[in-house]
C-alpha cells in the first residue's frame, strides 16, 4: 500500500523498528526463508534484514536451483553471485595453503648441515602429514569440500572443530591394519596428527565466521554464514560524491578591447568627426571660411 501511495520513505523505519522488535522470532524466519525476506528488505530498503536474508542466500547458493536464482530481483542475484564468487575464491585459497602446510619445526636451514638423523627423528610427523594429505585429496575428489551442495560447511566445520572430529582414532585403526606398528608408536603417530590438526584450525576460521543473528548451536543451520556486506553492495546504495553531469554550455565571446588609442575623438553633438591627417585644405583667401573663388591648395603647395 505504501508503494502504491508512493509513501515508502516516511513508513520504512516505523517498519523495520516492528520487525526488528520481533527479535529471535525474526531470524529464524529469516533463515527458513531468505528468498521472501531479501525481497522485502530491497523494497523497504532495511539494512539489516537485507544483510541478514543476503547471507543466508549465499550460505545456500551452491545448493539452489537455476530456477530458483533466476526467481530473485536481478539486483538481489547480482550481489548474492557477486558475494559467492568471492566466498569461493577464499575456500580455494584456504585449501591450497591447507595442503601446503608443515609445521614449523620440520624447516631446517643450510647452516644447520641438517643430516638424516635430523629428518629420522621427526618421522612421525612426516607420517601424519602423509595420511592427512590423503585424506584431505579423497575429500576432494568425492566433491566434499567447495563443491559440495553445502558449499564444504560440514567438511569446514569438521577442520575448524578438530581433535576428533575427523580422522579420529577409528581411523587410524583401519590405517594400522596396512602399516601395523607399536602401541607406544601409534600414540605418537596420533599425537603428532593432534599437532598439525590444531595448525589447521586458524585457516578455516574466517570460513566458520557467523555473520546472522541465529545461533547455530540452537537451530539447524547448515550452510555457511561467513559473506560480508558492505553499503556498498545493498541494491539502493547511491554513492555520496557522485558526480553531476553538467549541461554543454557553449562559451560566451570574449570582449576583445583594443590595446591603444592613436588619436583622440572629438564629439559634436553626439557624433564622432573624424579628420583625415593625409591632406589638407588651405584656401586661398588666407581664412578658413568658404572660399571665395573656389580654388584650393594641396597641403604640400606654398600659399
Known amino acids: 500500500m505504501a508503494e502504491i501511495v508512493g509513501s515508502v520513505d516516511q513508513v520504512r523505519e516505523t517498519i523495520e523498528l516492528a520487525l526488528l522488535r520481533q527479535d529471535n522470532i525474526l531470524w529464524t524466519s ?3 526463508n531468505p528468498t521472501a525476506w531479501a525481497e522485502l528488505a530491497c523494497r523497504a530498503h532495511s539494512t539489516t534484514i537485507f544483510r541478514e536474508g543476503a547471507c543466508h542466500l549465499i550460505g545456500k547458493w551452491q545448493s539452489m536451483s537455476e ?3 533466476m526467481d530473485l530481483r536481478p539486483e538481489i542475484r547480482d550481489i548474492c553471485q557477486k558475494k559467492y564468487d568471492e566466498v569461493r575464491v577464499a575456500k580455494e585459497a584456504i585449501e591450497m595453503r591447507i595442503l601446503g602446510h608443515y609445521p614449523g619445526f620440520l624447516c631446517r636451514t643450510v647452516t644447520d648441515r641438517p643430516g638424516r638423523p635430523a629428518y629420522a627423528n621427526d618421522i612421525y610427523m612426516w607420517m601424519a602429514i602423509s595420511f592427512f594429505r590423503h585424506w584431505f585429496a579423497q575429500a576432494i575428489s568425492d566433491q566434499r569440500t567447495r563443491e559440495a551442495l ?5 567438511f569446514y566445520k569438521a577442520l575448524h572443530d578438530g581433535g576428533q572430529a575427523y580422522l579420529h582414532h577409528l581411523d587410524f585403526q583401519n590405517f594400522h591394519s596396512y602399516f601395523p606398528m607399536s602401541a607406544k ?3 605418537v603417530l596420533e599425537a603428532n596428527m593432534a599437532i598439525l590438526k590444531e595448525d589447521v584450525r586458524s585457516f578455516v576460521k574466517d570460513l566458520m565466521r ?3 543473528h541465529v545461533d547455530p548451536k540452537e537451530h539447524d543451520i547448515n550452510w555457511l554464514t561467513c559473506a560480508h556486506l ?3 553492495d545493498y541494491p539502493w546504495y547511491v554513492p555520496e560524491d557522485t558526480p553531476q553531469m553538467e549541461e554543454d554550455v557553449e562559451p560566451e565571446p570574449e570582449l576583445v578591447l583594443p590595446q591603444s588609442i592613436p ?3 572629438a564629439a559634436k553633438k553626439g557624433r564622432a568627426v573624424h579628420k583625415s591627417p593625409a591632406k589638407r585644405r588651405v584656401y586661398s583667401n588666407g581664412n578658413n571660411d568658404s572660399p571665395r573663388d573656389g580654388s584650393t591648395l594641396d597641403a604640400g603647395e606654398e600659399e
Open 150 to 154: 553445502d558449499g564444504g560447511y560440514a
Open 30 to 32: 529469516i533463515a527458513g
Open 185 to 187: 608408536a601409534c600414540n
Open 263 to 265: 588619436a583622440p575623438c
Open 210 to 212: 557467523n555473520n546472522v
Open 67 to 69: 530456477q530458483k536464482k
Open 230 to 232: 558492505e553499503k556498498e
